[in-house]
């Protein structure tokens, strides 16, 4: 039992080096998700209820007009709002604190200790608004794809305009 308990434990520290050493040199453009639903900051809690049941998601950004990061939403603080105010409140409140954010040309080594910690991180363009988030799943999809083809070439373009809407 303790050989296998050193051997996970080995096996999981060299998957942990593979994937921070593979993040150093991967731009945030070509691990982000890109195609996300935002919920603006001054939506009525109808509005978020309103997307929540158009997507999949669990985790919305919570942005202003000019698309800058104020919060996020997950699917829980949407339900809780839900419970406890009419469908015109304001949705806001129950935003958490914005996460960290990272430039668009920045590497993904530079938000590793916030996707190990379990926490999206934001990518932002040169005027700061949100062009896309880093999540663990979004990274561990884009780390298979570069084990089974490392010959594979992304066609996400960092000045194509954003999909967050």
């Known amino acids: 039992f303790i050989a296998i308990f050193i051997y996970m434990a080995a096996a999981g520290e060299a998957q942990m080096t593979s994937m921070a050493e593979a993040a150093r040199h991967l731009e945030a453009t070509a691990a982000m998700e890109t195609k996300i639903a935002a919920i603006d ?27 800058r990061l104020h919060g996020l939403l997950e699917r829980n603080d949407i339900i809780a709002a839900l419970q406890t105010n009419a469908a015109d409140a304001p949705i806001a409140p129950f935003a958490r604190p914005a996460p960290p954010t990272i430039r668009e040309h920045e590497t993904v080594g530079a938000a590793l200790q916030h996707l190990n910690a379990g926490d999206p991180v934001g990518v932002v363009d040169a005027q700061g608004r949100l062009i896309g988030l880093l999540t663990r799943q979004s990274l561990a999809e884009v780390m298979m794809i570069r084990e089974m083809r490392p010959d594979w070439r992304f066609g996400r373009d ?6 967050v809407a």
């Open 158 to 163: 960092a000045a194509a305009p954003s999909q």
């Open 41 to 67: 900051r001054a939506a009525t809690v109808k509005e978020a209820i309103d997307l929540l049941l158009a997507t999949s998601q669990d985790v919305f950004p919570v942005v202003d007009q000019t698309g």
